[in-house]
């Protein structure tokens, strides 16, 4: 399974504004600086929760599509949306699987790509990269983002600030380490059970 992100970041975690506030940095000085924690925290959160936070395409390569099993679980949360199934058939050709026949993402938490009344993926070429999947993942706005992850990011770029003379941005302390784990952990979605479903 390979998986890349297709579109560019729309927006960051939290903005430069909201940063001073929680900081009380009195101007925009030190903005460069602001901005740059304010990536660090971003991509740290979506490391860590294995989530997108600004809603971006990906695209994600198979093999083949999976052999007795009913489900494809996309590595990436929040899933908004499949946008296209497309794989290489036993002859050759590049075929799609009808967008109608593709149970959508119905909420925010972890998705397994399944087709309606419990169908079996069709049957793929012998090939590297048979299977692709595009699809849509994150929030639409900066104002959607959970408070929670929002709060966690504050307390990163704070922490860096607070120690910017000593603390490299990206650098984390163990007792901010573990404050803002026990935030993520509160946003971390079940495993969707769906993913054991067997095909008929």
């Not at 699987?97 to 079996?120: M, T, Y």
């Not at 959970?146 to 990011?153: C, D, G, M």
């Not at 504050?154 to 120690?163: K, P, R």
Request: charged share 30%.
């Amino acid at each position: 399974m390979r998986i890349a992100r297709i579109s560019e970041n729309t927006f960051w975690v939290v903005t430069p504004e909201r940063v001073r506030r929680n900081s009380r940095i009195p101007d925009t000085t030190e903005d460069d600086w602001i901005i740059e924690a304010i990536e660090s925290a971003h991509e740290y959160i979506e490391e860590y929760l294995g989530c997108c936070i600004a809603m971006a395409d990906y695209r994600m390569t198979l093999d083949r599509f999976p052999r007795k099993r009913g489900s494809i679980d996309l590595p990436v949360w929040p899933v908004k949306e499949v946008a296209s199934v497309q794989y290489v058939d036993p002859t050759g050709a590049v075929q799609s699987i009808e967008l109608d026949k593709i149970v959508q993402p119905a909420d925010n938490g972890r998705f397994s790509l399944r087709l309606k009344d419990h169908e079996c993926f069709p049957s793929t070429r012998a090939t590297p990269n048979a299977v692709s999947i595009t699809f849509t993942a994150g929030w639409s706005e900066v104002e959607k983002v959970p408070k929670t992850l929002t709060r966690a990011a504050l307390m990163l770029t704070s922490h860096w600030y607070e120690n910017r003379e000593t603390v490299l941005i990206g650098t984390i302390s163990k007792e901010i380490e573990h404050g803002t784990v026990a935030m993520l952990e509160q946003l971390r979605p079940a495993e969707d059970y769906t993913a054991g479903e067997v095909c008929e």
